[in-house]
């Protein structure tokens, strides 16, 4: 018999922190995370969300509570074996590409597993193909642009083969082209892999792209948790951690408000606005599906 626990990727209960200058930043969390799950932790600067992460991937070591990654307790006799599991990929490249060249950088993580010289190079050539950046062996990080650092970063932890993604701010600093080819790369990984995406961020227009839950995360305390559509749609919840519904959302809500129009289903990309827009020519915004 399997039981239900075999299903959890991370449990977090009760889990705080506190800065040693007694800044809290985050107090009394509970998360619960599925295995292959796409999770948002959606707030704004300084609501916690990077500490989340740090103490997730056992970082940092929470002041008080319990945190539990694929069934093992994050503490100092099992760090070895949370690292390995959880990559955790920081919003400035520059922290995880210290080598002279990429490849240096690859092998880092795998070399450091005690992993036999044939494996490294084998986790290392799938780590770049995966993320697009063969032939950039030898190229230094620093010679990079923002968009390759930061695929450079994720192949960094891809190389250790980890079953739990964290990406912090993945989006700061990346224009539209680079931004696009991230969400595909994440895309991928998730079908090809099945691996579990955590993503912390303050960008309300990725996360419909990468995922389909979210915890709202203010002044260090989850204040709401639920699927997308219920979060975006909920315009108090929004205003009280300092954010807005994805601007597709936020178009919509003022068509359904000053031009009359029924909306079947709120939209929050680009696609599904589309199919709502015809579905609004065909019934002439009067009438739902």
């Known amino acids: 018999m399997v039981s239900r626990m075999s299903e959890v990727a991370v449990e977090?209960?009760?889990?705080?922190?506190?800065?040693?200058?007694?800044?809290?930043?985050?107090?009394?969390?509970?998360?619960?995370?599925?295995?292959?799950?796409r999770l948002a932790i959606l707030g704004p600067n300084g609501a916690g969300k990077s500490t989340l992460l740090m103490i997730l991937n056992g970082l940092y070591k929470p002041s008080e509570g319990m945190v539990r990654v694929l069934g093992v307790p994050v503490n100092d006799e099992n760090l070895g074996t949370v690292r390995c599991n959880v990559g955790l990929v920081f919003q400035d490249p520059d922290v995880q590409l210290f080598s002279p060249t990429l490849w240096d950088d690859i092998c880092f993580g795998p070399l450091n597993m005690g992993l036999p010289e044939e494996e490294v190079r084998k986790?290392?050539?799938d780590a770049l193909k995966a993320v697009g950046l063969e032939g950039y062996e030898e190229t230094p990080p620093h010679h990079l642009s923002a968009g390759e650092k930061k695929r450079a970063a994720i192949a960094t932890v891809l190389a250790m083969q980890?079953?739990?993604?964290?990406?912090?701010?993945?989006?700061?600093?990346?224009?539209?082209?680079?931004?696009?080819?991230?969400?595909?790369?994440l895309h991928n990984l998730h079908n090809s892999h099945h691996i579990t995406l955590i993503t912390a961020t303050h960008d309300v227009n990725f996360v419909p792209e990468v995922a389909e839950r979210v915890h709202v995360l203010n002044n260090g305390h989850v204040i709401a948790e639920g699927l997308l559509r219920q979060i975006f749609s909920d315009s108090k919840l929004m205003s009280e951690a300092n954010l807005e519904p994805p601007i597709v959302t936020r178009l919509f809500n003022v068509l359904a408000e000053e031009n009359n129009i029924q909306i079947g289903s709120l939209p929050l990309t680009i696609?599904?606005?589309i199919n709502e827009l015809r579905r609004c020519y065909r019934y002439g915004g009067n009438e739902k599906d």
Do not use: C, M, W
């Open 123 to 125: 986790r290392s050539v």
């Open 162 to 185: 980890p079953k739990i993604l964290l990406l912090d701010e993945p989006t700061a600093n990346l224009d539209p082209r680079n931004r696009f080819e991230l969400t595909n790369l």
């Open 12 to 37: 977090i209960n009760g889990v705080s922190y506190v800065y040693p200058d007694g800044h809290v930043a985050v107090q009394n969390v509970n998360l619960r995370i599925t295995k292959g799950e």
């Open 271 to 273: 696609e599904e606005a």
